[in-house]
């Protein structure tokens, strides 16, 4: 028994070697990896959808297109308002959230909506790359080559800047049923998070959160019963029990493609901070329009 106990220890300390290792390797074979399938595979602007001069990921006069996030935000989800000296906005107001602080990158408008279209129900999974360089990169590299050397990792744009105060340990994608899953082939909201993490040099942990349950909540409900359809949605995945009890102030990042009226991310942050986790943080690539 005690022998095979050391089997079970040795074979573990060689898992954990082998991902350190591999850890490391990602940052030289990614850019490699992204520069072969560019050249095999060229590349198509998200905005006008024809092809972009090698190394780019979006042609410049179709950036100045894209709505960016600038100007007062809410305090707590990010959401563009009318003004500053408005803290929050009508939604977090009147719904209050859980989560400590909403980083978003795009205003969700008929110039996003297509582009997101694309990127989770049509397996543009590339897109993921420039949500990443847009995110962190866009003004300091024309060449998106860059985004995961270390060459640039002391960039600071406004989300690199605040996601580095905010002190972040781990990066938790918003899962989807495995149904969808398996249809889809992937999760949107894993590969931005895998991509976050690897950047920031932190822990992913893509199955921390567990959709149980597939369907969606109906519109017409209030924003309390949308919650609570959402709360019994999902689940803490029992595996990370030990890790929330051994670091009493882990503080995650919660990844998402769109913020909404922000119900799911709070059923999420709910979860995660009953599990124990102390802290929570949410980004998501597009976000609604705030009411007044
Ligand atoms: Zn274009
Ligand atoms: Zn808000």
Redesign the pocket.
Known sequence: MKSFRCFLSFLQMIKQHCSSVYFKLQRVKLPIALRLLSALFPRH?P??A?P?PYGTL??A??QTVLPFIFGPTCLRCGKPVSSSAQEYCYDCRTFPKSFQKGLSLFLYNKETRPIMSAFKYHNNRRLADFFIWELFFQQYSQNYFHIYSKRYSHSHSRIYAAIESLGIDAVIPVPIHKNKYKKRGYNQAELLSRRIALIFNLSHYPDMLIRSVDTLPQKQFTPQARLNNLKKAFRFNSRYDNLVQTNASLSVLLVDDIYTSGATMEACTRILLSAGIPNVCVLSICIGMARD
Do not use: G, S
């Open positions: 602007c905005v006008c024809k972009v979006i042609h006069e179709c």
